[in-house]
């Protein structure tokens, strides 16, 4: 056998396949940590929306999504907290994942940051918003049913609505 260096072929061969499959184990334990960030993102941008409810869902007229150009804004808008007039649509702020996505720049207007400690983005509607959905997005009460003059009245007299609470 052929000596390299004080090793045989065969060590060396072991020694690659054993980086090799290092290399592969720390791919996936990196693909695995990206995953639970984008899916801890997730579970915040569904927290700010029950929060806020659907009132910010709608159509932003005259403002652009900076990261794919599009105009008006349909959908929920997103603004940078540090950054001055920088907004995006729900869909660039979905492949934004919190930082862990990118964020494109179709409108190629203004650099934007691609370092994720840049941006803190956060629901926003100013005075041109117009909102699709009516009310507030949360569940609905159900009133009691208005009593009639002929009812039993609630307080629990027994008496008629019209001879007791009504008066």
């Known amino acids: 056998m052929a000596e390299t260096a004080g090793k045989t072929e065969d060590e060396l ?5 054993r980086a090799e499959i290092a290399a592969k184990v720390a791919a996936v334990q990196a693909e695995r940590v990206k995953a639970a960030a984008v899916a801890d993102f997730q579970a915040a941008k569904k927290k700010e929306i029950e929060e806020k409810g659907t ?11 900076d990261g794919c150009a599009v105009q008006p804004i349909f959908g ?23 930082g862990t996505g ?3 720049n179709g409108l190629n207007k203004q650099v934007l940051s691609t370092n994720p400690a ?17 009310g507030g997005g949360g569940p609905t009460q159900k009133s009691a049913p208005k009593l009639k003059p002929n ?9 008629k609505f019209k001879k007791c609470c009504m008066k």
């Open 102 to 104: 990118v964020m494109p």
């Open 55 to 65: 009132a910010y869902y709608g159509e932003h007229q005259g403002i652009t999504c």
């Open 13 to 17: 061969a072991k020694e690659a396949k």
């Open 151 to 159: 009812d039993t009245c609630d307080c629990g007299s027994g008496k």
């Open 118 to 134: 840049d941006h803190t983005f956060r629901l926003h509607k100013d005075s041109t918003f117009k909102s699709v959905v009516k």
């Open 76 to 98: 929920y808008r997103y603004t940078c907290k540090s950054c001055a007039s920088h907004d995006v649509c729900e869909a660039c702020y979905d492949s934004w994942a919190g």
